[in-house]
Each structure stands twice: as C-alpha cells, then as structure tokens.
C-alpha cells in the first residue's frame, strides 16, 4: 500500500448547528465584524501527501450543510474519503453535494461511519440507497466502524469511540493528529488512543456546562489530560463570546479554531 502523510488540516467550518451569527440574533458576537467570529457549520479537511512527495489525498470530516460553500472556498478539486462523526444534520446536511465528485471521479464516494450514524443516513437519505435509483443522484459506499483501524483514502484511522450525550460518536486519530467533535464523555479505553498525540482538536461549545457538549472547562480538562503539544478549539456557539477576547484567556497551547485556519501535523498555523 502507498504510504500517505497528513501534511496540513484546514478548519473548514467551526460553528455550531446554527452557526455564527445565528439567525436573528444581535448579540454582540453575531454582529462582530471580526471574520474569526463568524463560523459555518463544523468540518475540516485533512491534505495528505505521498511518503514520495507524489501525489496527494483529500480526506473530509463531516459534510455538513455549508460543504457545497466550503468545498467552493478552498477550491477542493478531489475528495478521496469522508469520515463522519455522527448523523446529526449539522454534520451530513450537504450529503446531497457529493453528486459534483462523483461526476468528476466517476465513482462512489466512500463514507466511514459507526453504525448509528449508518442506519441514519440510510433511512434519511433512503433515496441514496434504494436499488432503483433516480438518474443523478448520489452515488455513496458506506463503511461501518467499529474498534479496530481501518484506512481511508489510502492512510490509517484510528476512531475514537465518545458519546453526545446518549449518542455514540465518533473521533478520528491519523498519526499524531486527533479530532474529536460533539462529545461530553470519552471513557479511559479510548482515552488511551489520544496517547501521544501531538494535535488534539476537541469540541467547546460555551463557557457554561451543556448537556451534551465539552463546555470549556470540560474541554480544558481533556486536553490537561492527554497532553498535546498544541490544541484547537472547535464547535463553538456565540455563547463563548469575542474570539478576540476568549483568545487571552486560554492556557499556553491551546487556541481557539476559526474557519480556514490551516496547520500542519504538529498544529503549526501555515
């Protein structure tokens, strides 16, 4: 097999379910006029290059409802693999916008998902998969994962098994980068998997506890925990305020992500 190396990761979105600003809101975030505050929904894209220099690999995590704007932003030509988190909307809303790939790389799109995140997609986009398919739609292969690591666009992953409340989720680690969104609980097994990372991306929704998201505090305490040289922050709702401001807060280390932020496999900015 061709050995494949992460070279960059670009923060593509770093928003919530409603992005910032949010519909109808005139909090003073939402009327910020600094771009860092304003987030489409959360996705990246991880840019992997031949052991050889040759060649290059597009690896999407999560294609939300902003991936047909994403994709068009950073002018992505090719898209090898896409890793999703879970089911929900904000993270497989632009599923439809694959049709585009297909046409240019005359195959199916190869998704890796657990197996909730499976029998959603299959009954929300039942369209998709039905034997007798309308002309032009989607053209989807769907990878179930469970413990073990799989490759995905020619590198090995690593998933990281959390919950989102009662809903498991996945993260994903390829080499020493991890990332993990939409979680509140990681138990001590799959903790074990963030040993050594040098990169941890971890969701931190607000300040103040959720039911269902790190909040901030929970979120620094997971990275206290794993020990990165470098961690970003992403999901993040207008409730965690000025990005400006919350920047000044934070511990050596760790930043806040903003959308089109790239770095590299150590979590160095390009």
């Known amino acids: 097999m061709h050995e494949w190396f992460v070279m960059r990761l670009t923060f593509l979105g770093t928003g ?10 005139g909090c003073e975030v939402c009327r910020s006029k600094d771009e860092r505050d304003k987030r489409l929904r959360t996705s990246a894209l991880l840019q992997l290059t031949g052991a050889d220099g040759q060649g290059s690999k597009n690896i999407l995590i999560d294609i939300g409802p902003d991936f047909r704007q994403q994709m068009l932003r950073e002018g992505v030509d090719h898209l090898d693999a896409i890793l999703v988190t879970h089911a929900h909307r904000d993270h497989v809303g632009g599923l439809d ?4 790939f297909n046409y240019v790389q005359h195959c199916k799109m190869d998704i890796y998902l657990n197996k909730e995140a499976r029998m959603a997609l299959v009954r929300d986009y039942h369209y998709i998969f039905e034997p007798h398919k309308f002309p032009g739609l989607p053209e989807a292969e769907l990878h179930e994962v469970g413990d073990a690591p799989f490759v995905a666009g020619g590198t090995e992953v690593t998933p990281i098994r959390a919950m989102h409340k009662t809903l498991p989720v996945l993260g994903f ?3 020493l980068l991890a990332y993990i969104t939409d979680a509140n609980y990681i138990d001590d097994g799959e903790m074990e998997k963030l040993r050594g990372v ?4 971890i969701n931190a929704l607000r300040k103040e506890k959720h039911f269902s998201h790190y909040c901030l505090p929970e979120a620094l305490e997971v990275i206290e925990r794993v020990g990165p040289q470098r961690a970003y922050l992403t999901h993040i709702s207008h409730e965690m305020g000025m990005h400006a401001e919350v920047a000044c807060e934070l511990p050596k280390g760790v930043e806040l992500a903003y959308d ?3 770095i590299d496999e150590h979590g160095i900015k390009n």
Request: proline fraction near 4%; charge should be neutral.
């Open 198 to 201: 040098e990169v941890l991306v």
């Open 97 to 100: 916008d694959i049709r585009s």
């Open 173 to 175: 680690r390829i080499g």
């Open 16 to 25: 919530t379910s409603q992005g910032v600003p949010v519909v109808a809101c």
């Open 260 to 262: 089109g932020l790239v």
